[in-house]
C-alpha cells in the first residue's frame, strides 16, 4: 500500500517534553466488561476510535460496557497534527459493515452509541451512504438506542451532510478541534469556517448538534472564548473541552498542559453565554459522558441548580 505522506509537526529531539501533571493520570483497562467489549469488537472486525486515537477514557468507558465505533475503515485520507489514526490510501468501502456495526450495539446491550469515522475523501460521496446505512441499520436493530454520530466536514458539500440528517441520529457532532489561528497546523486538511458551516448546516436540519475542542497546543484564551461564542452564534448545543495530549513524536507536540481550574472557566462562560451542554476537563473526549449529552436542557439546568445552590 502507498502511503500517502503525514505533514505534521515534529517534535525536535532536544527539546525539553514538558512533565504530565498528576491530573491526567489514568488506570490502565481492566476488568470482565472491558473483556467482553474487546472480544465483540475483535469477532465483528469492528474498529474503534478508542483504540485507535488512543483514547485516555478506554478503561473506564470499556468497563463500563460502551465504546465508539469508527466505520469506513480506520486509515484517513488527511494527515491532522494530533491524530493518531494512520494516515494513507483506505481500503475498499465494506458494505456490510453497517449491520455489524449493529449487530455489535445490539449484543453489548448498550442504551446509547455513538460512531464516527475517517475522513474518506477519496469517495465522491464522502462516505455519507455508508454513514446513512449505518445509522438506519442501527436504529432498526436497536430501537431503544440512542445515537451520537461524529462526522467528518464532507469537504463541506451540504448533499452529503443532509444523508446524516436524513438518517436523524439524536445527536450529531462535529468537532472544530482548535481555535481559528492554530486551525491551518492543527487540521491540515480542514477549514475553521468551513466546519462552522456544516454545524450550522446541521442546526438548520433540525439536528441537536455538538463540537470539540482541544487545549494545550498554544491557544490563547481569548481564543478559546472566541471559538465558544463562534460555536453558538452557529447552532452549536454541546460542546466538549478537553486536554490535547502527543499520541507519537511525530505529531504536535503539547504547549502546555492546562489547569483543571482553566477548564472550569471555560465551562462556566460557556453555559453564561447560552450554550446548553458543557463538559470540560482535562481528559474530557468529544464521546466522554456523551449519553447525557442527548437530554435538552440537562446540563445548563444542572448549572443553574448549583448557582442557586451558591447562592443561597
Known amino acids: 500500500m502507498q502511503e500517502l505522506p503525514v505533514v505534521s509537526a515534529l517534535q525536535p529531539e532536544t527539546e525539553q517534553k514538558i512533565k504530565k501533571p498528576n491530573w491526567l493520570r489514568v488506570k490502565l483497562p481492566t476488568g470482565e466488561n472491558f473483556k467482553q467489549v474487546r472480544g465483540l469488537v475483535d469477532t465483528h472486525k469492528l474498529h474503534t476510535i478508542c483504540e485507535s486515537g488512543n483514547c485516555p477514557n478506554m478503561g473506564e468507558c470499556w468497563g463500563a460496557g460502551t465504546a ?85 466536514d464532507f469537504r463541506g458539500f451540504k448533499d452529503q451532510i443532509q444523508r446524516v440528517i436524513d438518517a436523524a441520529p439524536e445527536v450529531v457532532s462535529h468537532n472544530i478541534e482548535t481555535v481559528e489561528r492554530l486551525t491551518k497546523k492543527v487540521r491540515i486538511q480542514a477549514k475553521y469556517w468551513r466546519s462552522m458551516e456544516v454545524l450550522r448546516t446541521l442546526k438548520e436540519g433540525k439536528m441537536r448538534v455538538k463540537s470539540g475542542i482541544m487545549l494545550g497546543l498554544g491557544e490563547a484564551r481569548e481564543e478559546v472564548i472566541q471559538t465558544l461564542h463562534n460555536l453558538r452564534d452557529n447552532g452549536v448545543d454541546v460542546v466538549t473541552i478537553g486536554q490535547y495530549l502527543q499520541p507519537t513524536r511525530k505529531h504536535l507536540p503539547v504547549h502546555r498542559f492546562v489547569h483543571p481550574d482553566e477548564f472550569a472557566e471555560y465551562r462556566e462562560i460557556g453555559y453564561s453565554i447560552g450554550l446548553d451542554y458543557v463538559e470540560s476537563g482535562p481528559l474530557v473526549r468529544s464521546s466522554y459522558h456523551s449519553e447525557k449529552h442527548v437530554i435538552p436542557g440537562y446540563g445548563i439546568g444542572q448549572w443553574k441548580e448549583q448557582k442557586q445552590e451558591q447562592s443561597a
Open 68 to 152: 465508539t465505533f469508527m466505520i469506513l475503515g480506520n486509515i484517513c485520507t488527511r494527515s491532522c497534527g494530533f491524530c493518531a489514526v494512520a494516515t494513507g490510501r483506505p481500503e475498499p468501502v465494506d458494505w456490510d459493515e453497517p449491520q455489524r456495526v449493529a449487530e455489535a450495539i445490539y449484543l453489548m446491550k448498550v442504551k446509547h452509541a455513538v460512531i464516527t469515522s475517517v475522513d474518506r475523501d477519496e469517495l465522491k460521496d464522502g462516505g455519507s451512504t455508508i454513514w446513512y446505512n449505518t445509522i438506519k441499520a442501527v436504529k432498526q436493530l436497536n430501537p431503544d438506542t440512542t445515537l451520537e454520530t461524529l462526522i467528518p
